[in-house]
Every structure is written in C-alpha cells, then in structure tokens.
C-alpha cells in the first residue's frame, strides 16, 4: 500500500481537509494559475503528428493514422482502394473537468514556499477516492473518473507510437517531474462549464493524517 500527500498554506485548511470538507479544483483552473509550479497551460493537452504513411484503406496502421487525426475511414473502399497522409498534425484539448492534485513525494522541505508547510497524508487513497466520487455523483453525470500517477513525457506522439492511457495524466517533465504527482480525475458527461467546488464527505481521519 502506498500513501499520498496534500500540503496546504495554514494548519487550518490542513485540519478542514481531515474533516473531508475537501476542495476539488478543475483542469481550467489549472491552467490558469500564473506561477508555473503551481499551474499548467497544457494540462489535458495532446499533439499527434501523423509523419507520413500510405497504404490501402482497410491496413490497421494507416486505420490508426487517419482517425488521429480525424479522417473517418468507415465505409471507405476496400483493399483496393489506397490512402496517403503525409505530415498532418491534430491538436486535442480535453474539455474541464474535475481534479484533486496530491504528490508522493514527501521529502523534507519539498512543499515550503510552493505549496504549503502543512501536510496530509492520505494511507488509503481509493478509500477517499470513492468518497469524492459519490458526492461529485450527487450534481453531476460522470463519463469518466480514474486516479493514479502523473506520467512525466512529452505531450507529443508520432505516427504509429502508442496512445497514453489518459492526456489528463500527462504532464511535460522540465517543471514538473520533481513533484511526483498523484492526482484523481472527474469528467462530467455534460460539455458545460463548471467551477472548483467544495465536497463533504465525512472525516476522514481513519484513513488520513497530519504528515
């Protein structure tokens, strides 16, 4: 089992969030911080350049080219019908959605100055995982929610490279990668704008203490 950790400006926020009054932030609020430590520009954003790629319509690889970046092949010819992509790139940029940011990286004086003296330590994180989601649930449809570990790469893929198991987990390493992160993510079905909230969802000091 392993543990994460939320760190926080003042001791008072830090005993608010054992009490599970928990605020839950979003993608666009991310975005938009202006210290770089703190904030992304990027976050749940991917470029796939498809290089450059020929063959008949029905091939899985030029399949898998062509709707990356967004040519429907369904219904296009057969075997003997051929298509050619040559250096297309697509932009994708997730719509909001819901996220709480923690990090595994507890090492001594890693969250001073950036994010906080006051730490968390959450020991069972699908435990306050599933609570979140229960709550988030009570006022909005969820198409989507997962948690795990930050990957620190390149917001790019190339050609036949795979795909990332989600853009919200990935982040560029230059900034980043010392900070470890663990985050839980909450996509609403609805394409609407929504806002950082509070949820309550009972003490959590069970699972949870002062780091």
Wanted: glycine fraction near 8%.
């Amino acid at each position: 089992m392993f543990s994460i950790y939320r760190f926080f400006d003042s001791a008072f926020h830090a005993a608010d969030f054992l009490e599970g009054r928990i605020r839950v932030s979003t993608l666009e609020a991310c975005r938009g911080y202006e210290d770089p430590r703190r904030g992304d520009k990027g976050e749940g954003t991917w470029t796939y350049k498809s290089g450059d790629i020929k063959g008949a319509a029905d091939n899985p690889a030029v399949r898998y080219v062509a709707e990356r970046i967004g040519v429907k092949v369904e219904g296009v010819g057969g075997a003997k019908t051929e298509l050619s992509i040559s250096n297309n790139t697509a932009h994708t940029k997730m719509t909001d959605a819901f996220v709480l940011c923690f990090t595994m990286n507890n090492t001594a004086g890693f969250a001073s100055g950036t994010f906080g003296e006051h730490g968390v330590r959450v020991i069972h994180p699908q435990t306050l995982f599933q609570r979140i989601t229960k709550e988030i649930q009570k006022s909005h449809s969820l198409s989507y929610s997962g948690m795990g570990r930050v990957e620190y790469k390149e917001r790019l893929q190339v050609s036949l490279q795979s795909d990332p198991r989600h853009i919200a987990f990935i982040k560029t390493p230059d900034q980043y990668a010392d900070q470890v992160e663990f985050r839980m993510l909450w996509v609403p079905q609805a394409n609407k704008k929504i806002s950082p909230f509070f949820v309550s969802c009972g003490r959590i000091q069970t699972f949870a203490e002062k780091a």
